[in-house]
């Protein structure tokens, strides 16, 4: 079992910025991909962006360089730092691992992100 507590969302302007947490319960050293999503009302749940064990990162193209993914091995926390925000980053944000490419997708209990004036 994998647990996984996100922290850090709130409410922000326009233009803003918010550094969103999560802190996993296992060593991150060796998980394949660790990952941040959201999810709007009425809207399905999608990828913002990933960090994979060799280091590698990939983003939504929504949030191309205004997000970025980071890992903190030594704490076991992976962080998304979110600069320029926009009405429509707002969402549920959560915390994902991926142990392995096969492996069950493990899921925070999410944060809330309200970008508005």
């Known amino acids: 079992q994998v647990q996984l507590v996100e922290s850090g969302g709130g409410l922000v302007q326009p233009g803003g910025s918010l550094r969103l947490s999560c802190a996993v319960s296992r060593s991150i050293d060796n998980v394949y991909a660790m990952g941040w999503y959201r999810q709007a009302p009425g809207n399905q749940r999608e990828m913002v962006a990933r960090?994979?064990?060799?280091?590698?990162?990939n983003y939504a193209d929504s949030v191309k360089g205004r997000f970025t993914i980071s890992k903190d091995s030594a704490k076991n926390t992976v962080n998304l730092q979110m600069n320029s925000l926009k009405p429509e980053d707002t969402a549920d944000y959560y915390c994902?691992?991926?142990?392995?490419?096969?492996?069950?997708?493990?899921w925070g209990q999410g944060t809330q992100v309200t970008v508005s004036s």
């Open positions: 994902n691992a991926k142990p392995s490419p096969i492996a069950y997708d493990y």
């Open positions: 960090i994979f064990t060799d280091g590698s990162t």
